[in-house]
Nanobody, 128 residues
């Protein structure tokens, strides 16, 4: 089965940037992918998602314009570029994958309940 490993988290000042990476191993990387985050005492929430073919992306209003999801299937990797980080952004960030059936190769999956495979998370901390 596919395994996902996140990296790139760390401590950054408000207004700064981080680039998170999600490396996949095992199966061929033919999944729709998503990034999620969970802060202490809060539910896990969707940050971004990208379709299997990479043509479509989704962002919630809280991160739209600041975060960008991308993928490189040749490297079996997914990335989350985070710019203009805010004090509200600190959380454990997770990468997740779901295998879409035809004809949903262009679909963005936006709910955490739709994802089957999860990484262990990488911590993002923002200082004021």
């Amino acid at each position: 089965q596919v395994q996902l490993v996140e990296s790139g988290g760390g401590l950054v000042q408000a207004g700064g940037s981080l680039r998170l990476s999600c490396a996949a191993s095992g199966r061929t990387f033919m999944y729709a992918m998503g990034w999620f985050r969970q802060a202490p005492g809060k539910e896990r929430e969707t940050v971004a998602s990208i379709s299997r073919n990479g043509d479509n992306t989704y962002y919630p209003d809280l991160v739209k314009g600041r975060f960008t999801i991308s993928r490189d299937n040749a490297q079996n990797a997914v990335f989350l570029q985070m710019n203009s980080l805010k004090p509200e952004d600190p959380a454990l960030y997770y990468c997740a994958a779901v295998l879409p059936p035809p004809p949903f190769f262009r679909k963005t999956y936006t709910s955490k309940d739709e994802y089957r495979y999860w990484g262990q998370g990488t911590q993002v901390t923002v200082s004021s």
